[in-house]
Protein backbone atom coordinates (compact mmCIF):
# COMPACT_ATOMS: atom_id res chain seq x y z
CA UNK A 1 0.00 0.00 0.00
CA UNK A 2 1.26 3.44 -1.66
CA UNK A 3 1.77 6.34 1.24
CA UNK A 4 -0.76 8.24 -0.53
CA UNK A 5 -3.79 5.29 -0.30
CA UNK A 6 -2.47 4.82 3.65
CA UNK A 7 -2.84 9.07 4.18
CA UNK A 8 -6.11 8.77 2.43
CA UNK A 9 -7.59 5.66 4.55
CA UNK A 10 -6.37 7.58 7.91
CA UNK A 11 -8.51 10.51 6.73
CA UNK A 12 -11.10 8.56 5.81
CA UNK A 13 -11.17 6.97 9.50
CA UNK A 14 -10.64 10.46 11.07
CA UNK A 15 -13.85 11.13 9.71
CA UNK A 16 -15.57 8.02 10.52
CA UNK A 17 -14.47 8.77 13.80
CA UNK A 18 -15.80 12.00 13.90
CA UNK A 19 -18.92 11.24 12.67
CA UNK A 20 -19.42 8.75 15.20
CA UNK A 21 -18.72 11.05 18.03
CA UNK A 22 -20.77 13.52 16.88
CA UNK A 23 -23.44 10.81 16.62
CA UNK A 24 -23.21 9.61 19.76
CA UNK A 25 -22.98 13.33 21.63
CA UNK A 26 -26.63 13.98 19.73
CA UNK A 27 -27.62 10.14 21.14
CA UNK A 28 -26.91 11.71 25.12
CA UNK A 29 -29.50 12.26 27.39
CA UNK A 30 -28.97 16.14 27.23
CA UNK A 31 -28.28 16.68 23.54
CA UNK A 32 -28.98 20.28 24.19
CA UNK A 33 -26.07 20.82 25.80
CA UNK A 34 -23.59 19.83 23.45
CA UNK A 35 -25.33 22.36 21.04
CA UNK A 36 -24.87 24.56 23.81
CA UNK A 37 -21.39 24.58 23.96
CA UNK A 38 -21.14 25.13 20.40
CA UNK A 39 -23.09 27.85 20.56
CA UNK A 40 -20.17 30.77 21.05
CA UNK A 41 -18.27 29.26 18.11
CA UNK A 42 -21.01 30.47 16.28
CA UNK A 43 -21.31 33.43 17.96
CA UNK A 44 -17.46 33.91 16.55
CA UNK A 45 -18.47 33.21 13.00
CA UNK A 46 -21.10 35.47 12.89
CA UNK A 47 -19.09 37.96 14.24
CA UNK A 48 -16.02 37.46 11.19
CA UNK A 49 -18.98 37.48 8.64
CA UNK A 50 -20.28 41.04 10.11
CA UNK A 51 -16.62 41.57 9.66
CA UNK A 52 -16.56 40.98 5.92
CA UNK A 53 -19.41 42.69 5.31
CA UNK A 54 -18.28 45.82 6.62
CA UNK A 55 -15.04 45.24 4.96
CA UNK A 56 -16.86 44.17 1.27
CA UNK A 57 -19.03 47.50 2.39
CA UNK A 58 -15.73 49.39 2.40
CA UNK A 59 -14.57 48.26 -0.66
CA UNK A 60 -17.84 48.59 -2.80
CA UNK A 61 -17.83 52.23 -1.81
CA UNK A 62 -14.36 53.04 -3.22
CA UNK A 63 -15.41 51.31 -6.49
CA UNK A 64 -18.04 53.29 -7.03
CA UNK A 65 -16.21 56.49 -6.66
CA UNK A 66 -13.66 55.52 -9.06
CA UNK A 67 -16.49 54.71 -11.80
CA UNK A 68 -17.72 58.37 -11.25
CA UNK A 69 -14.73 60.48 -11.19
CA UNK A 70 -12.32 58.23 -13.68
CA UNK A 71 -15.14 56.38 -15.56
CA UNK A 72 -13.25 53.03 -14.67
CA UNK A 73 -13.49 50.62 -11.78
CA UNK A 74 -10.78 49.82 -9.88
CA UNK A 75 -11.40 45.59 -9.13
CA UNK A 76 -13.14 43.06 -11.21
CA UNK A 77 -14.34 40.84 -8.71
CA UNK A 78 -14.79 40.77 -4.49
CA UNK A 79 -14.92 36.93 -3.39
CA UNK A 80 -14.70 36.69 0.53
CA UNK A 81 -14.86 33.29 2.60
CA UNK A 82 -15.10 32.05 6.42
CA UNK A 83 -12.71 29.48 7.12
CA UNK A 84 -14.13 25.95 7.10
CA UNK A 85 -14.26 24.48 11.11
CA UNK A 86 -11.91 21.61 9.93
CA UNK A 87 -9.48 23.93 8.28
CA UNK A 88 -9.30 25.81 11.56
CA UNK A 89 -8.73 23.22 13.77
CA UNK A 90 -6.11 21.49 11.64
CA UNK A 91 -4.23 24.77 11.09
CA UNK A 92 -4.71 25.31 15.27
CA UNK A 93 -3.22 22.08 15.52
CA UNK A 94 -0.34 22.44 13.43
CA UNK A 95 0.44 25.97 15.17
CA UNK A 96 0.59 24.31 18.59
CA UNK A 97 -2.52 26.53 19.66
CA UNK A 98 -5.10 25.70 22.09
CA UNK A 99 -8.23 24.56 20.85
CA UNK A 100 -10.35 27.23 22.02
CA UNK A 101 -12.77 29.86 20.57
CA UNK A 102 -10.85 32.08 22.92
CA UNK A 103 -7.54 30.97 21.26
CA UNK A 104 -9.00 31.13 17.90
CA UNK A 105 -9.73 34.71 17.99
CA UNK A 106 -6.51 35.51 19.21
CA UNK A 107 -4.11 33.69 16.63
CA UNK A 108 -5.23 33.01 14.00
CA UNK A 109 -6.01 36.13 11.67
CA UNK A 110 -7.20 34.56 8.37
CA UNK A 111 -10.72 33.03 9.59
CA UNK A 112 -12.52 35.82 7.81
CA UNK A 113 -10.79 36.47 3.87
CA UNK A 114 -11.21 38.48 1.47
CA UNK A 115 -10.06 38.58 -1.99
CA UNK A 116 -9.66 41.70 -4.57
CA UNK A 117 -9.07 40.83 -7.90
CA UNK A 118 -8.00 44.20 -9.89
CA UNK A 119 -7.14 44.59 -13.16
CA UNK A 120 -3.83 46.12 -12.95
CA UNK A 121 -1.51 46.66 -10.14
CA UNK A 122 -1.40 50.11 -9.70
CA UNK A 123 -5.03 50.06 -8.91
CA UNK A 124 -3.92 47.23 -6.24
CA UNK A 125 -1.53 49.61 -4.26
CA UNK A 126 -4.14 52.48 -4.59
CA UNK A 127 -7.18 50.67 -3.38
CA UNK A 128 -5.14 49.05 -0.54
CA UNK A 129 -3.78 52.48 0.02
CA UNK A 130 -7.46 54.34 0.56
CA UNK A 131 -8.71 51.13 2.73
CA UNK A 132 -5.92 51.60 4.75
CA UNK A 133 -6.35 55.07 5.39
CA UNK A 134 -9.93 55.08 6.74
CA UNK A 135 -9.71 56.14 10.27
CA UNK A 136 -11.82 53.00 11.65
CA UNK A 137 -9.17 50.33 10.17
CA UNK A 138 -6.10 49.25 11.30
CA UNK A 139 -3.15 47.92 9.39
CA UNK A 140 -2.15 45.18 11.71
CA UNK A 141 0.35 43.38 9.20
CA UNK A 142 1.46 43.62 5.22
CA UNK A 143 2.84 40.55 3.11
CA UNK A 144 3.46 41.96 -0.43
CA UNK A 145 4.24 39.23 -2.97
CA UNK A 146 4.08 41.07 -5.76
CA UNK A 147 7.27 42.89 -5.31
CA UNK A 148 8.69 39.94 -3.11
CA UNK A 149 7.61 36.94 -5.18
CA UNK A 150 7.33 33.78 -2.91
CA UNK A 151 10.00 30.91 -4.68
CA UNK A 152 7.22 29.42 -6.32
CA UNK A 153 6.06 32.51 -8.03
CA UNK A 154 3.29 33.32 -6.11
CA UNK A 155 1.94 36.97 -6.53
CA UNK A 156 -0.60 39.21 -4.47
CA UNK A 157 -0.68 41.35 -1.64
CA UNK A 158 -2.04 40.36 1.62
CA UNK A 159 -3.35 42.71 4.41
CA UNK A 160 -4.44 41.66 8.19
CA UNK A 161 -6.75 44.66 8.84
CA UNK A 162 -8.39 45.12 12.57
CA UNK A 163 -12.11 46.45 11.81
CA UNK A 164 -14.59 47.37 14.56
CA UNK A 165 -18.20 45.35 14.35
CA UNK A 166 -21.30 47.27 15.87
CA UNK A 167 -23.05 44.59 17.67
CA UNK A 168 -26.32 44.89 20.49
CA UNK A 169 -23.88 44.42 22.91
CA UNK A 170 -21.47 47.11 22.16
CA UNK A 171 -18.54 47.69 19.17
CA UNK A 172 -16.28 44.66 18.87
CA UNK A 173 -12.84 44.65 16.91
CA UNK A 174 -12.12 41.88 14.41
CA UNK A 175 -9.24 40.77 12.03
CA UNK A 176 -9.75 40.43 8.60
CA UNK A 177 -7.45 39.29 5.96
CA UNK A 178 -7.57 41.11 2.47
CA UNK A 179 -5.67 39.43 -0.43
CA UNK A 180 -5.30 41.94 -3.67
CA UNK A 181 -4.59 40.07 -7.07
CA UNK A 182 -4.72 41.62 -10.99
CA UNK A 183 -6.47 38.76 -12.67
CA UNK A 184 -3.35 37.34 -13.77
CA UNK A 185 -2.35 36.44 -10.85
CA UNK A 186 -5.37 35.11 -9.38
CA UNK A 187 -5.89 32.79 -12.66
CA UNK A 188 -2.13 31.51 -12.18
CA UNK A 189 -3.20 31.02 -8.46
CA UNK A 190 -6.32 28.92 -9.18
CA UNK A 191 -4.11 26.36 -11.56
CA UNK A 192 -1.42 26.05 -9.04
CA UNK A 193 -3.72 25.19 -6.74
CA UNK A 194 -5.02 23.04 -8.66
CA UNK A 195 -2.31 21.01 -10.05
CA UNK A 196 0.24 20.99 -6.81
CA UNK A 197 -2.07 18.52 -4.84
CA UNK A 198 -1.71 15.91 -7.50
CA UNK A 199 -0.76 12.65 -6.12
CA UNK A 200 2.01 10.46 -8.03
CA UNK A 201 3.27 12.91 -10.22
CA UNK A 202 6.28 12.05 -12.37
CA UNK A 203 9.43 14.44 -11.58
CA UNK A 204 7.91 16.86 -9.48
CA UNK A 205 10.58 19.26 -9.20
CA UNK A 206 10.13 19.92 -13.40
CA UNK A 207 6.52 20.59 -12.48
CA UNK A 208 7.62 23.31 -10.03
CA UNK A 209 9.92 25.07 -12.57
CA UNK A 210 7.25 25.14 -15.37
CA UNK A 211 4.75 26.70 -12.62
CA UNK A 212 7.08 29.43 -11.79
CA UNK A 213 8.35 30.11 -15.63
CA UNK A 214 4.46 30.98 -15.76
CA UNK A 215 4.02 32.81 -12.82
CA UNK A 216 7.41 35.16 -14.78
CA UNK A 217 5.75 35.09 -18.02
CA UNK A 218 2.27 36.28 -16.31
CA UNK A 219 4.15 38.23 -13.92
CA UNK A 220 5.74 40.48 -17.46
CA UNK A 221 1.93 40.31 -18.79
CA UNK A 222 0.51 42.71 -15.80
CA UNK A 223 3.86 44.91 -16.16
CA UNK A 224 2.81 45.35 -20.02
CA UNK A 225 -0.92 45.55 -19.37
CA UNK A 226 -0.10 48.30 -17.28
CA UNK A 227 2.33 50.44 -19.70
CA UNK A 228 -0.10 50.16 -22.52
CA UNK A 229 -2.65 51.90 -20.30
CA UNK A 230 -0.23 54.60 -19.22
CA UNK A 231 0.34 55.37 -22.87
CA UNK A 232 -3.56 55.34 -23.43
CA UNK A 233 -4.30 57.32 -20.29
CA UNK A 234 -1.69 59.79 -21.48
CA UNK A 235 -2.48 60.51 -24.52
CA UNK A 236 -6.07 61.50 -23.43
Known amino acids: MSYTDTKQKQEERSVQELNFQFNDMLNTEHPELILKEAQPFLDLMMEYQCALMEV ?101 LHLILDIPIFLSSGKKHMKVEVQFRTIAMDFWASLEHKVKYKKDVEHPEDIVAELKECADVISAMDCRMQEIRNKIEGNI
Open 56 to 156: ETKLKVLNEEFASKYQRNPFESIKSRIKEPLSIINKMKRKSFPLSVESMEKNLFDIAGIRVICSFCDDIYAIAELLTKQDDIILVEVKDYIKNPKPNGYRS
